[in-house]
């Protein structure tokens, strides 16, 4: 098991826009697809989204990356959108809980 620490700068003034995109759109529909979400978060600054998701496997991730990102719904609706909130700067880290880690 692992999980994903996602990073994203969002554009100057649309922080409150991304944040009710991703829980009204975005985080259902990973949901729907299957995805564990860990949580989400919104840093201090007003450019900065952390969110985590967790994945059994590699194997596991693939299936689940093909099937939110090569949909129909992905292609059309959700990312033409994000492309309006969030800069194209994303960071991701693949980490592993530690033997006493809340989360594992």
Same mark, same amino acid.
């Given at each position: 098991?692992?999980?994903?620490?996602?990073?994203?700068?969002?554009?100057?003034?649309?922080?409150?826009?991304? &944040?009710?995109?991703?829980?009204? &759109?975005?985080?259902?529909? +990973?949901?729907? +697809?299957?995805?564990?979400?860990?949580? #989400?978060?919104?840093?201090?600054? !007003?450019?900065?989204?952390?969110?985590?998701?967790?994945?059994? *496997?590699?194997? !596991?991730?693939? @299936?689940?990356?093909?099937?939110?990102?090569? *949909? !129909? @719904?992905?292609?059309?609706?959700?990312?033409?959108? &994000?492309?309006?909130?969030?800069?194209?700067?994303?960071?991701?880290?693949?980490?592993?809980?530690?033997?006493? #880690?809340?989360? #594992?």
């Amino acid at each position: 098991m692992f999980y994903e620490l996602r990073r994203y700068k969002i554009a100057d003034g649309k922080m409150d826009d991304w &944040v009710r995109f991703m829980e009204e &759109v975005i985080i259902p529909f +990973q949901i729907a +697809q299957g995805m564990v979400i860990a949580g #989400s978060f919104r840093g201090e600054d !007003e450019t900065t989204y952390v969110w985590l998701r967790r994945f059994a *496997s590699e194997a !596991e991730r693939e @299936k689940l990356y093909a099937k939110v990102y090569q *949909s !129909e @719904k992905w292609r059309n609706e959700i990312a033409p959108r &994000v492309a309006e909130l969030m800069l194209p700067d994303i960071d991701v880290t693949r980490i592993v809980p530690t033997p006493h #880690s809340v989360i #594992s």
